[in-house]
C-alpha cells in the first residue's frame, strides 16, 4: 500500500533537498563552477526516483539559487530548465533504469553547461562537452545513484508525491 505524504512533508522534503544543493554548491565552489565542474551537489538527483516532484522542486530551487552566485552570469539561471528535462527524463525511467535516467540527466547538463561555456568564454564546444560529462557524471549519476539505492532501503515502496 503506498503512503501519501503530507503536503508539509512534500515542502519539507523539497526545502531540505534545496538547502544541501547549495551548501554543497557554496562549500566546493572552486569545483562546482566553470569549465572543469563536479558539481557534488548534483548527486541529490539520486532523490528524483525515490521521492518524485518534491525532490526536482528541491534540485531546481537549489540549483537556481546557487546559480546566482554563478561566474558565468545570468545565463546560468536558464540552467534549472535544462536540468528540469533530465530530472522528469529520471523520474519517468524510474522502473526500467534509474541509471539511464541519471545518465540521460548528465549528458543533458552538459550539453547545456559547454553550451554556455562556448557563449560566454568561446571555448570549443566538443572539446568542453568531452571532459564534461565524465565530471557530471561521477556525482550525478554514479554518486546520485547510491544515493538512491540508500533511500530505497527505507523507502523500498514507491512514494506517492504527486
Known amino acids: 500500500m503506498l503512503r501519501k505524504p503530507s ?19 557554496l562549500l566546493l565552489q572552486p569545483i562546482s563552477y566553470g569549465p572543469l ?7 541529490v538527483a539520486g532523490a528524483t526516483p525515490v521521492f518524485g516532484a518534491p525532490a526536482i522542486a528541491g534540485f531546481l530551487i537549489g540549483q537556481f539559487i546557487s ?5 558565468l552570469g545570468p545565463i546560468d539561471l536558464l ?4 536540468a528540469a528535462i ?10 526500467k533504469s534509474v541509471m539511464l ?15 554556455m561555456l562556448m557563449i560566454v ?3 570549443p564546444w566538443l572539446i568542453t562537452f568531452s571532459y564534461l560529462v565524465p565530471g557530471i557524471w561521477a556525482p550525478t549519476a554514479l554518486l546520485g545513484y547510491i544515493l538512491y539505492k540508500v533511500l530505497r532501503r527505507y523507502y523500498p515502496e514507491e512514494v506517492e508525491t504527486t
Request: overall charge positive.
Open 7 to 25: 503536503r508539509a512533508f512534500k515542502i519539507a522534503l523539497a526545502a531540505i533537498i534545496a538547502a544541501v544543493y547549495v551548501a554543497m554548491v
Open 37 to 43: 565542474q563536479f558539481r557534488l551537489a548534483t548527486i
Open 67 to 71: 546559480n546566482t552566485m554563478s561566474p
Open 79 to 82: 540552467s534549472p530548465l535544462a
Open 86 to 95: 533530465g530530472l522528469t527524463c529520471t523520474y519517468y525511467l524510474r522502473k
Open 101 to 115: 535516467g541519471l545518465t540521460i540527466l548528465s549528458v543533458i547538463l552538459a550539453l547545456w553547461v559547454a553550451t
Open 121 to 123: 568564454f568561446g571555448v
